[in-house]
């Protein structure tokens, strides 16, 4: 979607275009644990974010964790949820 903004500088009229960017969604993953049973399972979590290189920012920024009120992992993997 695209729409366009009027901005008043001095006598002129500045216009600028803005571009609507759909957020898409990423699954982070954890390392996988290995139970009893022999059973693996890993945490994951889901997110959103505009691409890749935002997702491995944020993650950068926090060392490497996703610190939520929920849970706190180590970011292993990442996959583009597709809808």
């Given at each position: ?76 993997y990442i ?5």
């Amino acid at each position: 979607m695209r729409s366009e903004l009027g901005v008043v500088v001095g006598l002129n009229i500045l216009k600028i275009s803005l571009i609507e960017v759909e957020m898409k969604k990423f699954r982070l993953f954890g390392y996988m644990f290995v139970d009893d049973k022999k059973e693996g399972t890993s945490i994951a979590k889901t997110v959103g974010a505009n691409s890749y290189a935002d997702v491995i920012q944020e993650i950068e920024s926090n060392a490497g964790w996703i610190t939520e009120t929920d849970c706190a992992f180590k970011v292993a993997y990442i996959e583009e949820v597709v809808e």
